[in-house]
């Protein structure tokens, strides 16, 4: 009985391990992927729009219009300012973007010739080491994909949102059964490979045998 109640014991241990990972973080990163990919599918003008929208309800950023800018065409390069201070933005939109040092630089310089603070570089894509490096030597700030998702998820559009959390919870739910099925079947593993080791029956040890005492003969008086 003991093989079988230790083999339980590992089975829902390891499912209950297995879904605590796949609900609690598997599940937030699939999220944030398909998040990233709904942003990326959006017109770049709808996405200027909700970085525009974020930056101004969190940080209290509003455009500003840029005398450098002779072209009244939108840009998904903007200036903001809360006040006192302006801030030059670049949006790289898109997943492929793996953005280095020269996009870092490029920005810092054009932040400078427009008299900004600093600069602040967004896109679904990732900012390479070297990129972050030269971003702070720039004055530049990076909110690159892991980061965005977050900042931008509650001003998506709700159906985007509850399609994202529909299909992550489903992936989810789909992973954790998998898992709960390999659970069961290592617990079987398990319970039959320690009732593999237990002794079918042990032959009884025999007692050792005792030599009888001689019982010396009396003496005739």
């Known amino acids: ?64 219009q840029d005398p450098s800018e002779e072209s009244r065409e939108p840009s998904s390069d903007f200036l903001l300012s809360d006040g006192p201070n302006t801030w030059r933005v ?14 870092v630089n490029e920005l810092g310089a054009a932040a400078r010739l427009a008299g900004a603070k600093g600069g602040m570089l967004i896109t679904e894509g990732r900012v390479e080491r070297d990129g972050l490096g030269a971003a702070e030597k720039q004055a530049v700030e990076v909110i690159d994909g892991p980061r965005l998702w977050p900042l931008l ?47 079918e029956h042990a032959d009884p040890i025999p007692a050792p045998a005792v030599a009888p005492v001689a019982t010396p003969a009396a003496r005739p008086l």
């Open 90 to 103: 670049s949006c790289k939109h898109g997943l492929a973007y793996r953005i280095g040092t020269a996009a």
């Open 153 to 199: 998820q509650p001003y998506l559009p709700a159906d985007v949102e509850t399609r994202v959390r529909a299909i992550a919870r489903h992936e989810a739910l789909r992973r954790i059964a998998i898992a709960a099925l390999a659970s069961v079947t290592l617990g079987l593993l398990v319970g039959l490979g320690l009732q593999g080791l237990r002794p």
């Open 1 to 64: 009985m003991l093989p079988w109640i230790l083999a339980l014991l590992s089975a829902l241990l390891t499912c209950t391990l297995a879904t605590v990972y796949l609900w609690w973080f598997k599940r937030r990163r699939t999220e944030m992927q398909l998040g990233l990919q709904a942003l990326a599918g959006m017109h770049w003008r709808e996405f200027s729009t909700l970085i525009k929208r974020m930056l101004r309800e969190q940080r209290g950023l509003r455009e500003l």
